[in-house]
């Protein structure tokens, strides 16, 4: 690994942690010339999911990409970054269970939807104002109106508190 402020590779491992969900190792490192500390990430090299988009283009599956989405429907929202981190896996181990090599695209939005409605209502809406292409005020009210049954159905034994 080169050090990020002399680029020489020699250095040292201080410390090793995996994450809560375990997909991924962060290892603190010093450099063996310069002292300088620094942080690296390791996680598996999932190389064999396609995406097929809309207009029949393929390419790889990103898993960064996949997190950049959910980070960019959430971003001024109290969702913490370690829940979107987990999300993205669960959708990825999702992905990898079907045993397919390509998978639509519309099929990773559809579980990104899904996620998000679970974890904030106003991600879930900006990320289906995109994903879908609302054209229009209209088509954001429906959504928040299927929205609203959803919860209210999921909750109807707990008792309204604000009426």
Excluded at 52 to 64: L, M
Excluded at 74 to 83: G, I, N, Q, S, W
Excluded at 155 to 160: H, I, V
């Amino acid at each position: 690994m080169r050090c990020s402020k002399c680029s020489r590779t020699g250095d040292k491992v201080i410390d090793s942690r995996e994450s809560k969900d375990g997909s991924t190792i962060r290892r603190r490192r010093e450099c063996l010339a310069c002292g300088h500390r620094f942080t690296t990430y390791e996680q598996l090299e999932r190389t064999d999911l396609r995406v097929v988009k809309r207009n029949d283009v393929r390419e790889p599956f990103s898993r960064d990409k996949l997190l950049g989405g959910l980070v960019k429907a959430c971003e001024k929202r109290p969702v913490a970054l370690d829940t979107l981190e987990l999300a993205a896996e669960e959708i990825i181990t999702e992905l990898q269970q079907d045993n397919v090599r390509e998978i639509p695209s519309r099929v990773i939005g559809q579980k990104v939807m899904e996620k998000l409605r679970a974890i904030d209502p106003v991600a879930y809406v900006r990320f289906a104002s995109v994903y879908r292409a609302f054209a229009d005020v209209g088509e954001f009210l429906d959504e928040i109106k299927a929205l609203e049954s959803h919860v209210s159905a999921r909750n109807a034994l707990q008792p309204d508190l604000f009426r």
